[in-house]
């Protein structure tokens, strides 16, 4: 987390004092690195150092804070200019790496690297000094060592057959997250206005005040609901509402009920945000942060985040293409992507609320489900 902040640092100075194109191109390839870096390091550390009962709500709060700042941008994005807002973006990383100072280590790193007395005093610090951590510090040595003696941290672990329903559900999850075309629909939100011929300037700034509500809402849910039927529900609402995108833009293809096409995409637009918000916008980050094993947290981790990010470049960069190729074919294939999606969480998609994450991954690498419990 100090390498990120201090990547996303450089990052944002060499935008906000930058001479030339070179400039710019630098502070986003810092700030870049910096941002996949910590995009999957804190997850994973929340979900470590939670207990099992709070675990999503803590995680989903990374979401809830990643919007607040978007909204924020948003804001002063009307009255700011870029240079200006680069330097704001500075600030929450400064913040953090003082902050740093102050948390500990994750207890689950500390059993990996085998300093016990550190790991107590850790657990100790995150639960409190007089509550009995004895249990809970003997479940992650434990579960720490199995795997360790099963194999290391090496790319090639990953393959073995007893991680490989992990693996395609990490990798699953963030393909749905990114191929249902959820980037597109946030960073081209204006695009879709104009070519519905609703006001920019109204729908952005409502969606900027909406940002924050909708991700409350999957922060609440998630612990009471639980992961899957959270997941099922988010997709259904973005299938729906793809769908009925496909449904406006052909409407307004063939000249049919002009005066309700704008109005209706904005609704959609909405609906389908707010769908992606409350499940599959951050459950992949809580879910990939649960299932993944010690011993190849790392590689499977960065494997993960790397489909992640380059999918999401994948749907940025052909967005635009395929909205002038055809608005409503734009939806009809997200839509249907979102369909397919739901087979895929039903069938594959693991309940882990609840669990800690040593039952989590017990269950999940069937090999070594008895020697754990007993």
């Known amino acids: 987390m100090w390498v990120s902040d201090l990547l996303c640092i450089v990052g944002w100075f060499s935008i906000a004092f930058a001479k030339d194109v070179i400039w710019l191109d630098f502070g986003r390839i810092s700030s870049g690195i910096g941002v996949g870096l910590i995009s999957y390091v804190v997850p994973v550390y929340v979900a470590e150092i939670t207990p099992k009962h709070m675990r999503g709500a803590f995680v989903f709060s990374n979401q809830l804070l990643q919007n607040c700042g978007v909204a924020l941008i948003y804001f002063f994005g009307n009255f700011i200019n870029w240079r200006a807002l680069a330097l704001i973006g500075a600030i929450p990383c400064f913040v953090q790496a003082v902050g740093l100072f102050y948390i500990p280590e994750s207890p689950r790193w500390l059993a990996k690297i085998g300093t016990d007395k550190e790991l107590e005093n850790s657990l100790h610090r995150l639960r409190g ?31 073995q057959k007893k991680y490989s329903r992990t693996l395609m559900v990490g990798i699953g999850l963030m393909l749905i997250q990114q191929l249902s075309g959820s980037a597109g629909v946030i960073y081209y939100t204006s695009t879709i206005f104009r070519k519905a011929g609703f006001s920019v300037a109204i729908g952005s700034s409502i969606l900027g005040l909406f940002m924050i509500p909708k991700a409350m809402l999957g922060l609440i849910l998630v612990d009471n609901w639980g992961r899957r039927p959270l997941l099922l529900a988010s997709a259904s609402g973005m299938c729906i509402s793809s769908g009925l995108l496909g449904v406006s833009f052909t409407l307004q293809k063939f ?38 094993p010690i011993n190849i947290k790392v590689t499977a981790g960065s494997l993960v985040t790397l489909t992640s990010w ?7 960069y052909t967005f635009n293409f395929m909205f002038e190729w055809s608005a409503q074919g734009t939806f009809y294939i997200f839509s249907g992507i979102c369909g397919a999606s739901l087979g895929f969480i039903w069938l594959l998609v693991p309940e882990t609320k609840g669990l800690t994450l040593e039952e989590i991954q017990a269950s999940l690498t069937t090999q070594h489900v008895t020697t754990f419990l007993e």
């Open 129 to 159: 000094r007089d509550t009995d951590i004895s249990r809970e510090s003997t479940e992650i040595r434990a579960m720490t060592q199995i795997l360790e003696q099963d194999s290391k941290s090496d790319l090639s672990d990953l393959f």
């Open 255 to 292: 000249q049919l009920v002009p005066e309700l096409t704008p109005i209706f995409t904005f609704l959609c637009v909405v609906v389908y945000i707010a769908a992606f918000a409350i499940g599959v916008g951050g459950l992949p980050w809580i879910i990939m942060s649960e299932i993944f």
């Open 310 to 316: 380059l999918s999401s470049w994948v749907v940025t």
